[in-house]
């Protein structure tokens, strides 16, 4: 059964940083592409970074410089460390891998200005 459980969110100000962790569990983690996404209110889910098994990342545009994915496979966990953080990163944060269709429940982020 596949687990994804998001931690790490909370209220910070504006240019502050946060670290999101995802602990994942049945799945072959060291071999799975991971990805994090985010859904703002009102607006669709979008992916903000994703991590293929061998450690290569790409990110979207809007957090390109701030964000920085990492994964620790003997863990099983996929990170994504915040800074400089922005209004417009408000939403709730999710881990996914390509491979199975599931969700976690998310961690929520909410950035003051």
């Known amino acids: 059964q596949v687990q994804l459980v998001e931690s790490g969110g909370g209220l910070v100000q504006a240019g502050g940083s946060l670290r999101l962790s995802c602990a994942a569990s049945?799945?072959?983690?060291?071999?799975?592409?991971m990805g994090w996404y985010r859904q703002a209110p009102g607006k669709q889910r979008e992916l903000v970074a994703a991590?293929?098994?061998?450690?290569?990342?790409n990110y979207a545009d809007s957090v390109k410089g701030r964000f920085t994915i990492s994964r620790d496979n003997a863990k099983n966990t996929v990170y994504l460390q915040m800074n400089s953080l922005k209004p417009e990163d408000t939403a709730v944060y999710y881990c996914?891998?390509?491979?199975?269709?599931?969700w976690g429940q998310g961690t929520k982020v909410t950035v003051s200005s």
């Open positions: 991590i293929t098994s061998s450690g290569g990342a």
């Open positions: 049945g799945i072959i983690f060291s071999i799975s592409a």
């Open positions: 996914k891998t390509p491979h199975y269709n599931f």
